[in-house]
T-cell receptor, first 114, second 113 residues
Framework: EAGVVQSPRYKIIEKKQPVAFWCNPI?????LYWYRQNLGQGPELLIR????????DSQLPKDRFSAERLKGVDSTLKIQPAELGDSAVYLC????????????FGSGTRLTVV | QQQVKQSPQSLIVQKGGIPIINCAYE??????FPWYQQFPGKGPALLIA?????SEKKEGRFTISFNKSAKQFSLHIMDSQPGDSATYFC????????????FGTGTRLQVTL
């Protein structure tokens, strides 16, 4: 089993530029989560999808962040425009259902905004 | 507002020692308490989890102790090994599952020979 696949692994961009991250969850996992992990901190939940529906996006900064999960499988998280404070690791996780069975994180995308 | 407070920030133990990591929470609605292990460049991986109906849970060398009245829980690693060197995060959720996790700030553990 491939696990949760994220790309790219690393991204360096200048401030005010757009950036996008991609996540492919484990096959059969209909719940998908995006987290942000700042250096030396624990992950912070940004958004949770059940199939293609965003059921919890209360922590997503909607002025510059957006996410989509078309067809309820892959997901993308976008930042436009990026700010210096957005430098962090963006983690994706997936689980079989709302009960969190098989909850698995990907290895993340490390974003550096310069 | 930091809803889950974790300590210590870092910890060094010798091989065979028993590191203990502590977490305290404020939200009485939390009812699921997992611990995650994270190696550099990897995402967190679930180690062990507990719900408030029990005071202790053991899986292999990892034990969670839970004190509902004090709103505290801790992770004990028995017979620690150098391969246990990693960052450990406690977390809590009000849904009985991992669907809405709030993480602690992490403890960097180093196990020396």
């Amino acid at each position: 089993e491939a696990g949760v696949v994220q790309s790219p692994r690393y991204k360096i961009i200048e401030k005010k530029q757009p950036v996008a991250f991609w996540c492919n969850p484990i096959s059969g996992h209909n719940t998908l989560y995006w987290y942000r992990q700042n250096l030396g901190q624990g992950p912070e939940l940004l958004i949770r999808y059940e199939n293609e529906e965003a059921v919890d996006d209360s922590q997503l900064p909607k002025d510059r962040f957006s996410a989509e999960r078309l067809k309820g499988v892959d997901s993308t998280l976008k930042i436009q425009p990026a700010e210096l404070g957005d430098s962090a690791v963006y983690l994706c996780a997936s689980s079989e259902g709302t009960g969190g069975d098989g909850y698995t994180f990907g290895s993340g995308t490390r974003l550096t905004v310069v | 507002q930091q809803q889950v407070k974790q300590s210590p920030q870092s910890l060094i133990v010798q091989k065979g020692g028993i590191p203990i990591i502590n977490c305290a929470y404020e939200n009485t609605a939390f009812d699921y308490f997992p611990w995650y292990q994270q190696f550099p460049g990897k995402g967190p991986a679930l180690l062990i989890a507990i719900r408030p109906d029990v005071s202790e849970k053991k899986e292999g060398r990892f034990t969670i102790s839970f004190n509902k009245s004090a709103k505290q829980f801790s992770l004990h690693i028995m017979d620690s090994q150098p391969g246990d060197s990693a960052t450990y995060f406690c977390a809590a959720s009000p849904t009985g599952t991992a669907s809405k996790l709030t993480f602690g700030t992490g403890t960097r553990l180093q196990v020396t020979l």
